[in-house]
């Protein structure tokens, strides 16, 4: 067994860094390569792509990410995991055989592909049998949407990756995986924890959350004395360094910018927490309150003390819907009374829409630059109300296209018949969006099964 | 004393549908028992009101010298429904950041907080 076991986190997100997969392949010793690229909406994305293309569906990133990291691969013994299979995993995988035979390494690789979280094709068959797949949040039954869904995928444990890398993968692509699993799944493997061994299942899980965000963890995003996070243009990824008895460390390649500091990796852990009590994943329930940390030397942070709990029997669906259309159009009004204009300018469109008969289930209205993030906190009482500029941000939602379309017609008028001192509208009339919004679930694990091949 | 939350604390925000939450933790650890104390689930709600729909709930990470809340109905919908700039909460951390909490003088003085009266 080995004694330390090196996971590193090189994407957070489908449209993260390019360049960071290869440099943590580069930057140092590593075992592992965790690439995160499913977000809730993009599981609905490559589903819409799929629909067009049936050998699409997967993160098209991902095959890129392979190719520069390839020699570590082949050469020295990295392993890849990553949920990249998105809707279409074994679509991802033939792409990255190809890419392998073509690059003459074809025999070196062995990709275990991941699949059964995808429950498309299967929803009238569970709510047949019994599974409601209501709304988590809301209670609805999913026949209120039901013609209008996109995509629906269960999110799956740490147990299939665990058997495609016991069966020598070394690229293993899943699709709805959790995020942590990913990370989880190695440590597990390689240190044969069981499937109840909860406390170091949930040391994995919350390894995995720490360095699921890329350089969330490590200086990127940090609010905590910000201005001092050195080199950010050259900013590392994070590793996780962990032990057999649950405990890891925190940290990046030696050379890279960023920092890894206890600040750093609490504003991680924290970010979209729940109950921390309960973290909960399919392989365990991870207590958030357990963990301990501490600074172990520069950009190393020790975490330690982590308890978990049985997972509970039910597995969280996934499932996106089509849900209406909307556009968001924008004008910049320049300094002196900026924000009075725009407040005019808001208050004519209002009007126009009224009187084209223009009727939305929801129209927001911001002014970016005095009250769009902070609202009325910031309106409440601001520091200036002397803005050299507003910008104007108009929104509207609803489910009759053609009305949103009709919006977006009224925007660029107003440069020549509204209230005056109006610039920044160079990138032309706002575009109409389908929205795809998502219906969390949940299902009995029972009902799903999941499979390993080796291709 | 007036102290600004800015002042003693950082923080992160993100989302679950249309809820945000804000992890606010403690510049020092000394100042955890004072974010505990006064960063009520109350206090919170009276600090968002007219910017939230729904409840606040306050979880106690004292080991992370930290509080997590959850904002429901922060987010316009949520996800891809909202029309907000900041649809995903991400700075919702900084809008708790804004808020003022009274603490009397001598437990101010006791903790060495910075007192925000001289910037008001």
Redesign the interface.
């Known amino acids: 067994m080995k004694e330390v076991v090196r996971v590193a986190g090189g994407q957070g997100f489908w449209g993260d860094s390019l360049e960071a997969p290869r440099q943590q392949a580069e930057g140092g010793p590593i075992d592992y390569l965790m690439l995160d690229y499913l977000a809730?909406?993009t599981m609905s994305i490559l589903q819409k792509q799929k629909e067009r293309d049936p050998s699409m569906g997967y993160a098209r990133d991902f095959v890129g990410a392979i190719e520069s990291v390839l020699p570590a691969v082949v050469d020295r013994g990295v392993r890849v995991i990553a949920n990249a299979g998105g809707v279409n995993p074994p679509a991802c995988a033939a792409a990255i055989r190809k890419l392998a035979e073509s690059k003459g390494v074809g025999g070196k690789i062995r990709i275990g592909v991941v699949t059964g979280d995808d429950l498309l094709g299967r929803i009238d068959e569970l709510i047949a049998d019994g599974h409601s797949l209501a709304n988590m949040?809301t209670g609805e039954p999913l026949s209120t949407i039901r013609d209008r869904v996109l995509s629906a995928n269960a999110y799956i444990g740490s147990t299939p990756i665990v058997e495609a890398l016991s069966r020598d993968a070394n690229i293993v692509i899943t699709g709805r995986s959790t995020d942590t699993a990913l990370t989880m799944a190695p440590l597990r493997y390689e240190f044969g924890w069981s499937a109840t061994d909860w406390n170091h299942l949930a040391a994995g899980i919350i390894a995995g959350h720490i360095i699921e965000c890329g350089a969330q963890c490590s200086g990127g995003?940090c609010?905590?004395d910000w201005r001092s996070i050195p080199d950010l243009a050259n900013v590392g990824y994070p590793i996780a360094e962990a032990k057999a008895d649950g405990t890891f460390v925190i940290t990046k390649h030696a050379g890279t910018g960023g920092r890894v500091s206890v600040?750093s990796v609490?504003?991680?852990?924290?970010?979209?927490?729940?109950?921390?009590?309960e973290y909960i994943t399919p392989d365990v329930v991870a207590d958030?309150?357990?963990?301990?940390?501490e600074q172990e030397g520069p950009d190393r942070v020790r975490v330690s003390?982590i308890q978990g709990r049985p997972s509970t029997d039910k597995l969280k669906v996934s499932i996106a819907y089509r849900?209406g259309f909307?556009a968001?159009g924008t004008l910049v009004y320049s300094w002196p009374d900026a924000l009075e204009k725009a407040q005019l300018a808001d208050k004519v469109l209002r009007e126009r829409l009224e009187r084209l008969g223009l009727h939305f289930d929801?129209?927001?209205t911001?002014f970016?630059g005095a009250s769009?993030?902070?609202?009325?906190?910031a309106s409440r009482n601001p520091v200036t109300t002397d803005y050299p500029e507003v910008q104007l941000?108009f929104?509207?939602?609803g489910n009759d296209r053609a009305a949103v379309e009709r919006f977006t017609r009224e925007i660029a008028p107003l440069v020549l018949n509204g209230p005056p001192s109006v610039t920044g509208f160079a990138g032309g009339r706002p575009k109409v969006e389908e929205?795809?919004?998502?219906w969390?679930a949940l299902v009995d694990k029972s009902v799903v099964t999941t499979k390993v091949e080796i291709l | 004393m007036n102290v600004r939350l800015l002042d003693i604390a950082h923080a992160r925000s993100g989302d679950k549908g249309d809820t945000a939450n804000v992890g606010l933790i403690a510049l020092k650890p000394k100042w955890y028992p004072i974010l505990e104390r006064y960063v009520t689930r109350d206090a919170v709600a009276e600090h968002f009101k007219g910017s939230i729909d729904g409840p606040v709930v306050r979880f106690e990470l004292p080991n992370l010298n930290a509080l997590n809340f959850l904002l429901h109905g922060a987010l316009d919908g949520g996800g891809t429904l909202s029309l907000k700039t900041d649809a995903q909460g991400k700075v919702f951390s900084t809008a708790l950041l804004r808020m003022v909490i009274s603490v009397p003088d001598d437990e101010a003085r006791k903790s060495s907080l910075p007192s925000s009266d001289a910037q008001k």
């Open positions: 809730e909406v949040e995003n609010l905590y600040p609490s504003e991680q852990l924290v970010y979209e927490m729940g109950d921390p009590h958030f309150t357990t963990i301990h940390l003390g849900a909307k968001v929801h129209i927001l911001e970016v769009a993030t902070h609202g009325v906190l941000r929104g509207v939602r929205i795809v919004a998502y969390p």
